[in-house]
């Protein structure tokens, strides 16, 4: 799988601005289009996405090569996107109480009298200096990713695509869970407490304090467009850096990035308990989300190198 996603990259240069590609890409976005509006409704970044994915396509064949390997990410962004027209409480039992019970009864803090969460302690314990840490941390959480995803590309194509596939299975596999366990993030209960409200909006949580102590609304906009609020088991926020920490580390890349991204990554999972967003179980189902997708494609790598 991962050699035919390379060699899907190799563009006949005779056929560059052929009438075929030409057509394939507008039936492509205007089925995009089509099929987006019904689901989830026409948006405008809808737009921006086709217009850089076809400026890319066709403004010279280095470019198609990038835009066409880095369709995973693509792939990724709408499947995420069209979650909306799926939402997951429809088809299970949303757990909201039980995983309340679950990480207070395993990862509980004594406050004198009570048992209470992590969640709760860093309630208690606010501080600016944590509050802007976490923000800057949480902005990583798909840049990190995708700048380590560009360097591969131009440096080591082999681990770009084994990088992009682990990516994307590792999304496939927390999607999967999301509708077998939807869960409720920290902020939920303690907002609306245990009982279940469909098609509740997305909360910025501890975030909030980052976008007020700057005067912005980076994070009110960014979880407005929340494809689901019970799909917080697991955090794959907490997957994604330790995904690009494997492959920055595997391929012995610039070791300026690969020390970024290895600060990142304890600092995002502290951040997603912090603000509230995870659990430590969820952060430990991401990891574990992670650690599984990579073993899967060394293992899909290893035997299709013993053949």
């Not at 069209?82 to 409480?89: C, D, H, L, S």
């Not at 509708?179 to 009982?195: M, V």
């Not at 995904?243 to 890349?253: N, T």
């Not at 990554?265 to 509230?276: D, L, Q, R």
Request: proline content about 4%.
């Amino acid at each position: 799988m991962i050699d035919n996603l390379e060699s899907a990259v190799s563009i006949p240069k005779t056929d560059f601005y052929g009438l075929k590609p030409i057509i394939t890409m507008l039936l492509i976005s205007v089925a995009y289009l089509v099929l987006s509006a019904y689901l989830v409704g026409f948006r405008s970044d809808q737009v921006v996405l086709l217009v850089i994915t076809n400026s890319f396509y066709f403004f010279s064949e280095a470019t198609r090569k990038f835009i066409t390997a880095f369709s995973i990410f693509i792939v990724y962004w709408i499947l995420f996107d069209y979650m909306k027209a799926f939402p997951n409480y429809s088809y299970n039992t949303v757990h909201i109480k039980s995983l309340y019970d679950l990480e207070k009864s395993i990862f509980g803090i004594n406050a004198g009298t009570s048992i209470i969460t992590p969640n709760e302690y860093w309630i208690l314990h606010q501080h600016s200096f944590l509050d802007v840490m976490s923000g800057v941390f949480y902005l990583t959480w798909i840049p990190l990713p995708l700048s380590l995803a560009g360097y591969l590309f131009y440096k080591n194509r082999t681990q770009f695509f084994n990088f992009a596939f682990t990516f994307l299975l590792v999304n496939m596999i927390g999607f999967v869970i999301y509708y077998l366990y939807p869960a409720a993030p920290p902020w939920y209960s303690q907002q609306y407490g245990f009982e279940f409200i469909a098609n509740t909006r997305g909360n910025t949580a501890g975030l909030s304090r980052f976008d007020a102590f700057f005067n912005v609304g980076i994070f009110k906009s960014i979880y407005e467009k929340s494809s689901n609020v019970f799909a917080a088991m697991p955090s794959l926020h907490s997957s994604y850096p330790l995904i690009a920490l494997y492959y920055a580390v595997k391929s012995k890349i610039n070791a300026g990035l690969a020390t970024v991204i290895g600060i990142t990554m304890p600092g995002i999972w502290f951040a997603a308990v912090y603000t509230s967003h995870h659990y430590v179980l969820d952060v430990i189902a991401g990891v574990a989300c992670a650690t599984t997708g990579i073993i899967i494609v060394n293992l899909i790598a290893a035997k299709r190198l013993s053949k």
